[in-house]
């Protein structure tokens, strides 16, 4: 079987010499109009605590639903199974362990537990203790509410801190 062989195309004498036209230059882009804040009025978790805490029950094992309300952040923390529940009152202070009396003696009952996110400087320490505990060790300031001092009740703060606390506190959930 033969080759077919294709013709070179031609190219005329006046395609050869025609001068390639540079193209206009654009007007220059008129600068971006400044960057529109998003409205933050609606947001109420704007410290990012209960966000903070959610994290640190999901890395433990349980599940958290982050309930934001207007008197504060919540977390409603469950088994993996979502066949029990726990209630978490979120609160965050650099002075002591404090909650309002009224906040505080709704969640006995359910056996909630207050998550406190205590800031020293510049380091941040989380307790999460059950709150009938906390309404027993807590001194009573009145008006003020209930606050527990860090330093002093240090050595009991210990089995509440971090990671252990969380496994001690929602252990009902966690087994």
């Known amino acids: 079987m033969a080759k077919a062989k294709t013709k070179k195309p031609v190219i005329e004498e006046e395609e050869e010499n025609e001068v390639l036209e540079t193209p206009e230059v654009a007007e220059p882009v008129a600068a971006a109009a400044p960057v529109r804040r998003v409205d933050n009025g609606m947001i109420l978790d704007m410290e990012g605590y209960g966000a903070e805490v ?3 029950l999901i890395v433990n094992g349980l599940r958290a639903y982050l309930s934001v309300v207007n ?3 919540n977390v409603v923390a469950t088994n993996r199974a979502h066949t029990a529940f726990i209630p978490v009152k979120i609160e965050a202070s650099n002075a002591g362990l404090d909650v309002r009396r009224d906040d505080a003696k709704p969640l006995v009952e359910a056996q909630g537990v207050l998550a406190f996110l205590y800031e020293e400087g510049e380091e ?19 008006e003020s509410g209930l606050r527990l001092d860090v330093e002093e009740h240090g050595k009991w703060l210990e089995k509440y801190e971090g990671h252990a606390g969380i496994k001690r506190v929602f252990a009902r959930l966690l087994s």
Not at 124 to 142: I, K
């Open 124 to 142: 941040r320490t989380s307790f999460y203790l059950p709150v009938s505990e906390y309404l027993e060790m807590a001194e009573d300031r009145g």
């Open 71 to 73: 008197k504060g952040v």
């Open 54 to 56: 959610a994290s640190a």
